[in-house]
């Protein structure tokens, strides 16, 4: 599993001026919520979460979301994300509900999500904005078919965001807003993370 690559993408510094590198951290991995306390898989998502930099930096995240699984005697339960979505306005949706080993794109209606990641930490609150198609072409949100989870689908977050910090009593806040990079920079960051 891959948890970070720094990426060197150029970033114009003026015209005529030619370009100047910049790194842009890649996050890519997956937080199974269904890992065992001790398990590999635990110490996998409790490590990717440690590579979120700071406030103000822009980073590339490809993070799979893998659920909790039902329950064997309720099969029918829908999958449990440990999270709470809201659309643009605010307001509360209801679950979120990807069908075992479906797809379908959800940044279309969901505009923020907040994540409860105590299955790795008790040290970090983090919220993801999720912004239309429109306003962040290379930003998505998918119900992802994946053969490889035990549910046959994950939850998916891709794009490029800016980590902003805010204090929280014995924690750290994490909101991750998107931005849209130059297409350059973001057909290298995209390109880059994607290499074994």
Not at 3 to 30: D, K, N
Request: net charge negative; charged share 20%.
């Amino acid at each position: 599993m891959r948890l970070l690559r720094t990426l060197t993408v150029a970033a114009s510094i003026g015209a005529g001026a030619g370009a100047a590198q910049a790194a842009i951290p890649a996050i890519v991995g997956t937080l199974d919520l269904n890992a065992a306390e001790g398990s590999a898989e635990q110490q996998a998502g409790q490590a990717l979460l440690e590579k979120l930099p700071s406030r103000g930096q822009v980073v590339y995240l490809d993070l799979a979301f893998a659920p909790v699984a039902a329950e064997a005697e309720n099969p029918e339960q829908k999958h449990d994300w440990r999270m709470r979505a809201s659309d643009r306005a605010g307001k509360d949706l209801p679950d979120v509900d990807c069908a075992a080993g479906g797809s379908q794109m959800l940044d279309g209606v969901i505009g923020q999500l907040d994540f409860t990641l105590t299955a790795f930490t008790n040290h970090l609150v983090l919220e993801a904005v999720v912004a239309s198609p429109k306003d962040a072409p290379y930003n998505s949100l998918a119900c992802d078919y994946a053969p490889s989870a035990r549910s046959s689908v994950v939850l998916r977050l891709t794009g490029f965001f800016v980590v902003q910090d805010y204090s929280i009593p014995t924690a750290r806040g994490v909101r991750l807003v998107p931005v849209t990079p130059s297409f350059d920079a973001a057909q290298a960051a995209i390109a880059a993370a994607d290499k074994p």
